[in-house]
């Protein structure tokens, strides 16, 4: 058994936007997610669900890819791993290229990244937007 305590400590999202945490393989086998995204520094502070998906990319269900991503600043690689539906690759290849450009240290997360990711991660525009707007808000409480 998994432990996902980790994962699941986060605030309280408002409902009608999510998350897909540890719902991301129902979704997609569903095909009501069309990629998953993964993400943790080296070495990783909870268990990866690699197991629950690898049957799934065996079988030709799902696509992986893994990277190891290295910042200047960070002292510890960061590691994400993809998982898309074989007919949405191309996502895996445009979210990697949002996360290889920050993540590298290239530039910095922009609203828009934000919006791209969470389409390409199949929320629709107006969960995007809600969440986007939730962001900003806790981000003014918590500076006051």
Do not use: C
């Amino acid at each position: 058994m998994r432990d996902n305590s980790a994962m699941d400590e986060r605030p309280d999202i408002p409902e009608g936007i999510g998350p897909h945490e540890l719902r991301e393989l129902e979704l997609m086998l569903a095909g009501e997610k069309p990629l998953a995204m993964f993400s943790d520094v080296v070495p990783s502070s909870f268990e990866w669900p690699e197991a629950d998906f690898e049957p799934h990319v065996q079988a030709g269900t799902f696509i992986k890819r893994e990277e190891i991503l290295r910042h200047p600043d960070m002292l510890f690689p960061m590691r994400l791993v993809y998982y898309a539906l074989p007919q949405e690759a191309w996502r895996i290849e445009k979210l990697h290229a949002i996360n290889a450009e920050i993540h590298a240290g290239r530039r910095k997360s922009t609203n828009q990244d934000e919006f791209e990711t969470g389409r390409l991660l199949g929320y629709s525009d107006e969960q995007v937007r809600v969440f986007l707007h939730w962001i900003r808000r806790q981000a003014k409480q918590g500076g006051t």
